[in-house]
């Protein structure tokens, strides 16, 4: 049996899951004496603040700042992300362990492969994947790689030198992009190169000391020029032609990247493939969309789930009816919120066969998916500056 049907077949609750999620950080941390943070996003999931970002830079700050360790491991799955962000949470971390590594077994894209390179090693399971680094840039309305918008230029101006003019459509395009929107696109790729190129001389290559054939002392030239090699291939999309490519372990080493292959370790790794299968049954199972935690503390944000509340009357508002849509079946459900201490109001919907507002503000769909009403309980508070009655 597989691991996720192991755990399907359990029929666990949210709940029961975010434990056996912090009880396998406990085990992994006795592995490798080490501490462990998990960050992953629900990849996949169609929410604005999914991305790594600043506020995730205060949260994992802190979560870690009063932890009195010399090592840090650090699970990471992400879209992506803001690149600024990516460098907060690196010279952090960096700033508070001596030792750091990153655990990659789903998907860490982008701005997640820049925070992954400040590592002293990166362990993959065979399902990880780092991607191509690529900064996202506004142009006008919207948004796209910075890459990608300078290729289209150079490809431009080339066509115009040969041709001695361009075509309508294209100068129209060009007239559109100013200089400064220009700078401000080569400026966000030479970040991207700059503090990969710094992190991977710096830390992933601390222990370099020899070379592997000629058994040469390493100086720190050699490493600039080999990190240097490194950031120009994870910036080069010409060779990877996607975004969102995934670079597996073979991808990696054959740029220059040493990776630890976690498969080798097979307790280790089944404990990383257990992380990894339970953060995916909590995203898919209810509205949580990003999840912090070590074996201390947590942090789970959740998406604020549909919800229509409707006043009962245009007077002074004593319950309010709420319709909920399960995100993940769509079957529809009508609960009610009362607003003062009225046992009548309860007698009244009983008969309806409405239920009330959940005690714990968890809504169990009978598909099973859990719906969170954490938001729309702050939402109806705020609006009508009463307390809901559980």
């Known amino acids: ?13 949210i709940k029961e899951l975010e434990d056996e999620l912090i009880n396998l950080i406990k085990i992994y941390n006795n592995i490798r004496k080490t501490y462990l943070v998990v960050y992953a996003g629900a990849i996949g999931k169609q929410v604005p603040d999914l991305a790594l970002s600043m506020d995730d830079y205060y949260i994992l700050y802190d979560m870690l700042n009063g932890i009195d360790f010399k090592n840090l491991d650090f699970y990471i799955e992400t879209p992506g992300g803001s690149g600024e962000a990516a460098e907060e949470i690196g010279r952090f971390i960096r700033d508070k362990f001596e030792n750091i590594v990153f ?3 789903g998907e860490s894209k982008s ?3 820049i925070l992954a390179l400040s590592g002293n090693e990166i362990f993959m399971t065979k399902t990880g994947s780092l991607g191509p680094i690529d900064a996202q840039v506004k142009i006008g309305r919207t948004v796209g790689s910075a890459y990608d918008y300078m290729e289209w230029v150079h490809e431009k101006r080339n066509e115009a030198q040969i ?3 361009l075509n309508p459509f294209d100068a129209t395009m060009v007239a559109q992009i100013s200089p400064s929107e220009l700078k401000g696109v080569y400026n966000s790729l030479e970040f991207a190169k700059d503090i990969v190129k710094e992190w991977i001389a710096r830390y992933k290559f601390k222990d370099w000391c020899t ?3 000629r058994k040469i002392s390493v100086t720190d030239e050699m490493k600039k020029e080999r990190a240097t090699e490194i950031a120009k291939e994870l910036t080069n999309h010409k060779r990877w032609r996607s975004h969102g490519r995934s670079l597996k372990i073979d991808d990696l080493e054959s740029i220059g990247l040493k990776i630890k292959r976690l498969d080798d370790d097979r307790e280790l790794s089944e404990i990383i493939y257990r992380i990894q299968t339970v953060l995916r049954l909590i995203f898919s199972c209810s509205t949580n969309y990003k999840i912090v935690a070590t074996e201390k503390d947590k942090l789970f944000k959740q998406a604020v789930s549909a919800g229509v509340p409707r006043p009962i009357s245009n007077k002074d508002v004593n319950v309010i009816e709420i319709d909920i849509q399960c995100q993940k079946c769509k079957k529809t459900y009508k609960i009610y919120a009362k607003l003062i201490n009225e046992p009548k109001i309860d007698d009244d919907y009983k008969i309806k066969g409405i239920k009330p507002f959940p005690k714990d503000n968890k809504l169990i769909c009978d598909c099973g998916f859990e719906i969170d009403l954490s938001g729309i309980e702050k939402d109806i508070e705020s609006k009508v500056s009463k307390k809901i009655i559980k």
Request: no cysteine.
């Open 111 to 113: 701005a997640g492969t």
């Open 211 to 213: 070379t592997e054939t």
């Open 1 to 13: 049996m597989g691991i996720m049907n192991e755990y399907i077949s359990k029929n666990m609750t």
């Open 103 to 105: 655990v990659i077994s």
């Open 163 to 165: 041709n001695g003019v």
